[in-house]
């Protein structure tokens, strides 16, 4: 076997030509036959020039017995060439009938052209050797040498989100392509275009095959579309196949620069289903086609029947345009997959009024007139009208007196379009409302305004049941009413819980005190607002000031169906008003089907007990945390707690117990624990803790992870359905060390850098007025013996609420001991709700650097904003009322007892609960949240409590879930007296004999009679 030069090879051929004249035969007259079989070229048969090519085949002796040497010979040529460009041979011995051997032989391609080559393999090529058989004494293949090339094909293509897509909706497609060829790629293109390829009525269960029909026009190739209806649709493969690959339409394209070898780039594209959608398949250019394409548009009749259907488009990815040196495969590069969409109403507009206004205080005098603003929005996925010009959208105003049965008109506004963009997706058409005697002659009274958009649905819209807003106006006098109400934008579903707000704005001459507002949902009232002034002193809701009302709704008890929510202001007519028909503002609500509910667990907090590092052989308590913010209850479900150890930090196991130092070895996994936890309600929070005594721990770095409802073999998910399954667990490092020992100088023997905050200053204070700004400064020393490497420097600003963003974050190279950063200034303009903020600073949050102390990294200095004084919530019973409404009460009655509560202090609170305690009775409630300056007003049975006297214990945060800036004032305590009936409650229970008469019981107060035969009662 040999590898040479061209005319070294062909030397070597020579002198085996001479070489090989001896060969014996066996003395019989039957001859041998040599035969080559099994001819393999590795790697492959087509290489990259420069490559070693492995040739292999076998030779078999057959017949008679062969002794000597044989020469096997392996040459190649150009196929434009007639003679060999190289030759290499081999010699092989042979001494005995049915042998069989391998040949093999390298070749080495770098002075090789690149081409297509002839590679011959022969056995005895000059025919020294006598055969029975010549003919099998040679194999021919194909080769090819190629130069170096790039390789680009494409490895994924999925949309996101999943299919089937709604119509109107969004996608997201992401592709991959991959070099695998041995030299980089130049700049290329890459193509997203699509193909309709049937559609499906899922009302009448018709298909349709979308194909391609191609004629000719002056300009070339034009196609146009058939609808083929058929009982079985094609295959994406079929429909594929089928069709040119000119009539594919490009909707989106990107350019790469370029591509190294052995590398991978992701793409996105964009496929919108709904305007974009429709504008690419209907619009022609100057040829007639589509652009880029030479198929015709979509028709009106076509398009409308593709939006009507489920339609299924074959969305290809395509790499163009390459520059440079071609590929060697330049078909594999294309992607397709199908996507189908289905009908939806999501690219509807949806309009609707959100806001009147009234440019003059009203009441209206009845002389006079006033302007009235309507704001109309469109909340919904496309333009309305989507062509501008082809009709309009009509804003219709009618009113009636209040009670009455027929709306008047008065005047029908247009506008002219809506658009989807918030720019452009809301106007204002304004009336006048002339009271005077020449004009509408409106008598002093209470009266309603109805608004309607597109009342005559000329528009298509997502929801034609919202169109509609009423509001009150009177004339003469001044009053309360509602000015607008505010829903939840999204779709409401059975089950959810959602807040209707409205404002509310006196228009009286004088301050009211206190009033309160009715939510209704039809005829029933769901929820009460209740106003009152802060303090003794103040006015309360002054003229021509607003205030914001909110109710909150539960539907999980109502069926899916469309609704009427009403607001009315003094539901209960407690205040004298010129008006009593201004008080109602009212809105449709829809609201859907269920959808899935469900818990959604996460960590939020983890702690030591001593703090790492550790001393060896210590108690270590582990504290976690655990929250639920799904919308239902968490079900029982596991909590774990596991170990893993590192001696340098780079490589992690499970630690190995030092048992020569434990007295009791019957403990096993000393390093995983796990607990129980029996549930947990939605907005729970819960520490769950657990000790391990570190007794034969190995000395060294640690990380400990907490898993929340871990997976099982079982259940993949866990045992609890969540809205998340991936946040379950948290992990954290900490260190076990040997028990520090202080030395004489009072340093600490662990010979490790130790990275903590000093200098810090917040000025121009921590207690600052609104709208002050802030500066934060700090630096950072290495206060160890070693220097600290790379580690991460953050600065956070933690608003009240709990949110919190960063103000500063790097990375810092390396600190050597006893060296000091200075931190940037960080600048915060706290024009904010007044509350208390917390700075937050963090060194090394990634353990990257082991440390002789790890509980000094952590910076936490407090700015209280607005005044500094009472930013706290404070909750408080403001007022009680008895229903039946007096204080003495008789027995068999239900008792309702109303308590305002109102959050006098400067943040929101929540969630707290209420409790009402008279005698055994006890009723509880729990309330989600209560605003700053918000009243609510919670209702509270007792039963029917038999007679006797009272003392009802009314306990705001019952359970202290709320700070508070005063806890003094949560207790309230009333009198409630219950008196007997009037009515004879004496029963005689027995018949007495002898002395005794008999015997009665009084049930209403429980006293039993004895009636004696002298007459003595």
Known sequence: MMVGTRWQRSLLACLGLFLMGHVALAADDALPDLRLSDLTLVPSASIVRGSLLHVGSLLTLDGAPLNGNIRVEISWRRLDKQEPCGTTWDTVASDSADWETSVEAWIDTSELIPGEYELVVSVDPENWIPESDETNNRLITSLTIRSPQPELHLVRLESIPAIPLAWGETA???????????????????????????????????????????????????????????????????????????????????????????????????????????????????????????????????????????????????????TGTQEQDAANNDLTIALSVAPSVLELPELLPVFVTFDEDLPLAWDDDVDVDVVVSNRGGSSAPKILGSTSITV???????????????????????????????????????????????????????????????????????????????????????????????????????????????????????????????????????????????????????????????????????????????????????????NVIQATLRLFPPVERLAELHITEIGFEPVSPIPAGSSLQVSAAIRNDGTISAGTFDVTFDFTYSADGQAWSTPILDMSIISDTSSALPFEKSQSIQGLARAEKKTVRETFATLGWPIGFYRLVVAIDPRTESAQGGAVAEMDDLNNEAVIGFMIGEPIEVAQDGGQTLDLPNLLFRDVAVKPSTSVGLGAPVSIEASIVNAGTRPSGTFLATLQWTTPTGA?????????????????????????????????????????????????????????????????????????????????????????????????????????????????????????????????????????????????????????????????????????????????????AVERVMQGQGPLASLALDSSTGTLYAAWQTGVL
């Open 172 to 322: 997201t497609l992401k592709t991959e392509i991959e070099n695998s060829g041995d030299l980089a790629a130049g700049a290329f293109h890459v193509e997203f275009s699509l193909l309709p390829i049937s559609c499906t009525d899922t009302d009448t269960g018709e298909q349709w095959d979308i194909s391609v029909i191609v004629g000719q026009s002056e300009t070339g190739d034009i196609g146009d579309w058939d609808f083929d209806q058929t009982s079985g649709i094609r295959t994406l493969s079929e429909a594929v196949a089928a069709a040119p690959s000119d009539a594919w339409i490009p909707f989106a394209m990107q350019q790469v620069p370029g591509l190294a070898r052995d590398q991978n780039v992701e793409l996105t594209g964009v496929f919108g289903t709904g305007e974009s959608l429709r504008e690419i398949l209907t619009t022609g250019v100057q040829d007639g086609t589509l652009e880029s394409s030479i198929m015709t548009p979509f028709s009106t009749e076509e398009m409308a029947r593709l939006e009507n259907c489920v339609t299924t488009y074959a969305i290809r990815v395509s790499i163009t345009e390459l």
């Open 804 to 984: 919190s963003y960063t103000l500063f974050s790097r990375r810092v190279s390396n600190l050597d001991p006893g060296e000091t950063w200075i931190i940037p200034p960080s600048i915060v303009q706290t024009s904010l709700p007044m509350g208390p903020y917390v700075v937050i600073g963090i060194l090394d949050a990634g353990n990257e650097v082991p440390e002789s102390s790890e509980s000094d990294n952590e910076l936490r200095v407090a700015v209280s904003v607005g005044q500094g004084e009472g930013i706290q919530p404070d909750l408080t019973p403001i007022a009680v009322r008895f229903v039946p409404s007096t204080a003495i009460v008789e027995a068999g009655q239900e008792v309702l007892i109303y308590t305002t509560i109102q959050n006098i202090g400067a943040l929101a609170a929540g969630p707290f609960a209420v409790e009402v305690v008279a005698g055994d009775a006890v009723s509880r409630e729990t309330w989600p949240r209560l605003e700053p300056l918000q009243s609510i007003e919670l209702v509270h049975s007792l039963g029917a409590p038999v007679a006797g006297a009272y003392e009802v214990l009314i306990q705001v945060d019952a359970y202290d879930q709320v700070v508070e800036s005063n806890e003094s004032n949560n207790l309230r305590i009333e009198s409630l007296q219950i008196v007997a009936s009037e009515q004879d």
């Open 396 to 582: 219709s105003f009618s009113y009636r007196v209040q009670g009455a049965t027929v709306w008047i008109p008065l005047e029908v506004k247009t506008i002219s379009q809506l658009g989807a963009e918030d720019d452009s997706a809301t106007d204002s058409v304004s009336i006048t409302i002339d009271a005077r005697p020449s004009q509408l002659n409106l008598a002093p009274g209470s009266y309603e305004l109805r608004v309607i958009v597109d009342e005559a649905n000329r528009i298509a819209e997502r929801n034609e049941h919202n169109n509609e807003l009423i509001v009150g106006f009177s004339i003469r006098g001044t009053e309360l009413h509602p000015v607008s109400l505010d829903l939840p934008a999204e779709a409401i579903h059975q089950g959810d819980t959602i807040a209707v707000s409205a404002l509310v704005e006196n228009t009286g001459d004088r301050s009211q005190r206190d009033f309160t507002v009715g939510f209704y949902i039809d005829d029933t009232r769901f929820d009460t607002f209740t106003y009152q002034a802060i303090a003794a002193t103040e006015d309360g809701l002054e003229e021509d000031d607003r205030a914001r009302v909110q109710g909150i709704l539960d539907t999980t008890d109502l069926p899916p169906e469309t609704y009427a929510i009403r607001v009315v202001v003094d539901p209960d007519n407690h205040i004298l008003e010129y008006d009593e028909g201004n």
